[in-house]
């Protein structure tokens, strides 16, 4: 049962719009984490098991949430557990997988109607938790183990999932930049794990992995909405009442700020478009004082219509259909991307480089700098459009052990100066240039963006 004094409120007013967290501690390692929010007509609820990423159990992990939604003891079928969320004005229920840093994170997500929208005074929230607690705790079962037709049938979708990675050029090329980048690390493993380990999974084995799964891994469950949270923090530390427990807290992400040497990757596809992906080791992490500056430099170089890349090497110069800047701010990394004609694959990578080297020496006016700030601002009140969003931004920074609100952060990057873009813009180095070449001739459509 939860305790009170493991309740930290880190907003502690509230009005109108207004989101606060708070953060309760359940027990060892599971910890509730509450959006306290009336901007929604919904309520959401993630259950997020969080593991290192490992080559030995990511395709178990992998595949696990996909068959916890086949069937519960109670509903042991998909139709059933359908039939039962309809009842409960079509409330939703979902498994999913994906990758944070070094952390593959595995889990089930809810979202429901508010009960008092409820013309028949049905208990929603009550309703669409019991459900929720089915699917994680108490799955359909046959001779004490997963049930084999189940599995397999997942196994084939999760088989599919990996296969068609490379169907989207785009993603396919960030993704096997990342991988040669970190070739040797964690942040290689794609969280979809391996298709020769997937084929080889068994119903027992993948039981056995799942109740491991729920004795050692961390717990972040997050719950963006409003109501009566003391009775929703009774409700769920209930679920973990006698449940045994083999916690123990593991590393963060391997950071590595330095490169010796740049790696060339060249890899041929049937393609028209040519993908160019650059790495970069950021030198900048989520959780140090100068990440403070750093979203405000990738919005100015690469993540804005009115940033370097885009108005210099697409507008000015036309060398590419699309360029930008993602960031993993856990790891410290960064890939610029680019769909392009082949035979522009040089001179578009040293005019990338070329902006880089601008806003390393402070070659920017005033003007983009407040257009960056602005156009941030402006993606930081959209993340609160809606709750899924909102739970994805703050799981983020709790993985990076920052416990801001997203008010507290625009607050800081709106008081960034020109010498704090320069200071972590002259961090960064490149790490990795991966070219994804096309093989096919004809007219290049800007394809997979």
Known sequence: MYNVYNRVIFANTKKAGTITLEKIKITDGITLNIINTDKFKTNYLSFNFVTPL??????????????????TKSYNDLASIKNKLDDLYAAS??????RRGEYQICGITASWLMDKYAIDGTNITDGTLDVLEEIIFTPFLENGVFSNSYVESEKKNLIDDIRAIINNKNGYAIRRCQEEMCKDE???????????????????????LYNELLETARVEIFYVGSGDMDKLCE??????????????????AEVRKEVLQTKEVLEKCATMQGKLSLGFR?????????????????????????????????????????????????????????GIEVSKKQEAQDEILAQLECVRNGEFTEDELILA??????????????????ESWYLTRRLAGVDDETETVARRFMDVTREDVIRVAKKIKLDTVYFLEGTMTGEVEDDDE
């Open 54 to 71: 490992s080559r030995e159990k990511v395709s178990y992990y992998a595949l696990i949430p996909q068959v916890l939604m086949r069937g």
């Open 93 to 98: 229920v979902e498994g999913r997988v994906y």
């Open 186 to 208: 964690a942040f290689g493993i794609c969280e979809y794990g391996e298709e020769a380990v997937v084929e080889s999974i068994t119903s027992d084995e993948l039981y056995r």
């Open 235 to 252: 409700k769920i530390s209930k679920m973990f009442v006698d449940r045994e427990r083999r916690y123990s807290e593991f590393k963060g």
């Open 282 to 338: 950021t030198g900048t992490v989520l959780g140090e004082d100068d990440y403070n500056a750093f979203p405000v430099f990738v919005e100015m170089y690469g993540n804005s219509p009115v940033s370097k890349l885009f108005m210099n090497v697409r507008e000015k110069l036309s060398l590419c259909y699309y360029c930008r800047a993602i960031p993993e701010g856990i790891k410290g990394v960064m890939v610029v991307t680019s």
């Open 373 to 390: 700030k602005k156009s941030l601002k402006n993606a930081y009140d959209e993340l609160n459009d809606s709750p899924a969003s909102v």
